[in-house]
């Protein structure tokens, strides 16, 4: 597969496109923000909920941090402890290998047990504000970095389920244990397959090196905020969804092209000479015909090339989808054949919609209904398969009875909205336009004007169609043989689609056009 990332920076922020077989896919926006996901922070224990055994968390930001019992982790007694020797000073815990691991806490167990009011804790965003709500948190601490994750308070090493040849595992098992500190749990990620030790060395390197600064940081926090910040959106980007399968990456900003360069070449050496400067005066993304998608893809109704149509709904509480077989081409044997086809084409687009909208938490999907099981197994079979391709985690029910789909997908930030409508030119956005009887008194007034400055016998007006149905309508009696005998003139009206609503032309009478 083809895979191509196109970035452009302008005031609004950075946009980064993911594109596979030139075909838009994934859309991100870097825009300045209180909290991203993956930050940790320092904060202050607000209000207990023993009602809904939660904690209300204070991380210096416009709302509260939501954090339940179960998101302490299970090491959060190791946590506490460790916060309390950084604030302190001790620097032995930024190697932790002296550090003694508290026992785990009861998994079933109180809030008010472990937390009190006005405590301070350490905690990680999970979830960015959305609508309403504040940033979800967690007390389970971990730093992510290219190939690994880093555990503090544990010595258990896991590998991503995705890979899937057990000589792998056991390798990389290995190799990872023999570099792994004491009192540091890691998470082995998907794209370390294959690689060296040297390869996951280095990066074990980087996230320790992070973990330092974090605990200096700590030495000096005199109020809640944020303590160490997870990498932008193009460079976490680029560290999370870059494979070897990537063929070019195109910047359009000299500054961001050279960090883009520098964090490649530090994360594989090598591996930034397939990022290129683009240099042509056209926006880079009406080059590649990303701008022209992203007007077709974001609107409320989405149409595939072959006629099928979706409308997609957002609401507070879920996603809906409703696909529309359209004027799509029967080319089947009948209705089911035809369903099938319509229901399949909208699979494939409703796959790279969620993708691309960053569409989270509840989608229910109407799909065409249709008869056979085996038609229904098959639907089911090829939304599971197009959504593989989807990082976020996602859970996918087959069709109900009534011809629904349910999909869960994992939900961390807002789902993307980009507004594709422009401003109406004949109401200006107002939703109302002027009455036809004050554009037909506009109509009279230039064409007494034009008949005061000028000695002009014959003229013709040029109109939208409803109008010129309103000013010729009843011959003898109608508008146009009125303006006739009162101005001693001989008035041609033309209707032409081409006009606005509330728009007139007048031309000689050998047509040509007169400017007003």
Known sequence: MDKELIITSGPEGVQIALMEDKRLVELHQEKS??????????????????????????????????????????????????????????TDV???????????????????????PGQGVLVQITKEPISTKGPKLSGDISIAGRYLVLEPFSNKVSISQKIRKNDERNRLRRLVQSIRPQNFGIIVRTVAEG?????????????????????????????????????GTTTALLRDVLTDDFNTIYVDNPDLYNEVRQFLKGMDAGKEDIVKLYKMSTPIFDQFGISRD????????????????????????????????????????????????????????IARQLRLRDMGGIVIVDFVDMDKAENRKKLFDVMTEEMKRDKARHTILPLSKFGLMQITRQRVRPAMEVDVQE????????????????????????????????????????????IHAYITKGWLRSIKSRWQRKYHVRLKVEASEHMGLLEFRFAHANGDEIQM
């Open 94 to 116: 930024k190697t932790l290998s002296n550090f003694k691991i508290e026992p785990v806490i009861d998994k079933v167990g109180d809030m008010d047990k472990v937390l009190k």
């Open 423 to 466: 401003k109406c030119p004949m109401c200006d956005g107002s939703g109302h336009i002027k009455q036809s009887i004050v554009v037909v008194d506009e109509l009279e007034s230039s064409l007494k004007y034009l008949l005061d400055v000028s000695n002009e016998k014959h003229l013709t007006v040029i109109t939208h169609p409803y």
């Open 294 to 349: 992203i007007r077709r893809a974001f609107g409320r109704i989405v149409t595939i090339r072959s006629g099928v149509y979706l409308y997609i709904e957002h609401t507070e509480a879920m996603h809906v989808i409703d696909v529309n077989s359209g004027n799509h081409i029967k080319s089947g044997s009948g209705q089911e054949d035809t369903a099938l086809q319509v229901n399949i084409e909208s699979a494939k687009e």
């Open 33 to 90: 923000s209180e909290f991203a996901v993956g930050d940790i922070c320092y904060g202050k224990v607000k209000k207990i909920m023993p009602g809904l055994n939660a904690a209300f968390v204070d991380i210096g930001g416009e709302k509260e941090g939501f954090m339940h019992y179960i998101d302490l982790g299970p090491n959060y007694l190791s946590t506490e402890k460790y916060l309390r020797q950084a604030m302190s000073g001790n």
């Open 195 to 231: 690689r060296s030790v040297v390869e996951l060395d280095n990066d074990l390197h980087q996230l320790m090196d992070f973990w330092a600064r974090m605990t200096d940081n700590l030495k000096r926090v005199n109020s809640t905020g944020k303590i160490h910040a997870e990498l």
